[in-house]
């Protein structure tokens, strides 16, 4: 009778022995499944938060992108306007030169011309004489109508700088009343078309 009661009560140790290990291990299975879950989750999140970077670094990047090949476009049109300008700058010139300068073998013809009435004007004694202001009239109608097409006279005033792009210097002399370099006679009037010189003007001038 005893002995079948111990028996009984080490049978019954060794089954909640047996329960015990089970539940142990049922426990060590689920510890090790929740910790494989979370580092599930832990990668799953770092996925969506690089996701979530990118999407929101790709917008920006577009801007960016649109913003340059905005700037490349309004360099093109500003380089493009600048062009065209000075196409329509070069070609008002050309045309206005090409105007000025058509009557040049005229104007060339025509200063002699103007030489010549100088002369008649100035061999008048009589300046009341009827026919001096006959020919003063069409002189001074003449040179308007010349002046109007661009020819005009270079000015050489005596005591002023000479320049030798506009005057030739026929005669150099010593001069008590002007500096070295100064024009001190006119010999013959020059004259200019446009900034184009036709005659140069004839002058002495101081050393």
Same mark, same amino acid.
């Given at each position: 009778?005893? =002995? ?14 047996? @329960? ?37 670094? @790709? ?15 309004? @360099?093109?049109? +500003? ?29 060339? @013809? %025509?200063?002699? &011309? ?22 003063? +009239? ?7 109508? %010349?002046? =109007? ?20 210097? &026929? ?15 006119? +010999? ?8 184009? &010189? %036709?005659?140069?003007?004839? &002058?002495?001038?101081?050393?």
């Amino acid at each position: 009778m005893i =002995k079948s009661d111990k028996d009984r009560l080490e049978k019954g140790v060794y089954v909640l022995d047996n @329960e015990k290990k089970d539940n142990v291990e049922e426990l060590e299975e689920d510890i090790k499944d929740n910790s494989q879950t979370e580092d599930l989750n832990e990668e799953e999140l770092d996925s969506v938060e690089g996701n979530d970077e990118n999407i929101d670094s @790709e917008p920006a990047f577009q801007i960016k992108k649109m913003e340059s090949q905005l700037k490349e476009q309004e @360099e093109a049109f +500003l380089r493009l306007s600048a062009e065209y300008s000075n196409f329509r700058r070069r070609t008002t010139e050309e045309k206005e030169s090409i105007g000025l300068y058509a009557n040049e073998k005229v104007m060339n @013809e %025509l200063i002699p &011309v103007i030489d010549n009435m100088e002369r008649a004007l100035e061999s008048f004694e009589d300046k009341e004489n009827p026919l001096y202001k006959g020919v003063e +009239l069409v002189y001074k109608q003449m040179l308007d109508a %010349l002046a =109007k097409a661009g020819l005009e006279e270079i000015p050489s005033e005596v005591g002023s700088d000479f320049d030798h792009n506009m005057h030739m210097a &026929v005669m150099q002399e010593p001069s008590e009343d002007y500096e070295a370099g100064k024009i001190t006679l006119v +010999l013959q009037k020059g004259y200019r078309l446009g900034k184009k &010189v %036709l005659r140069a003007s004839m &002058v002495k001038v101081s050393n």
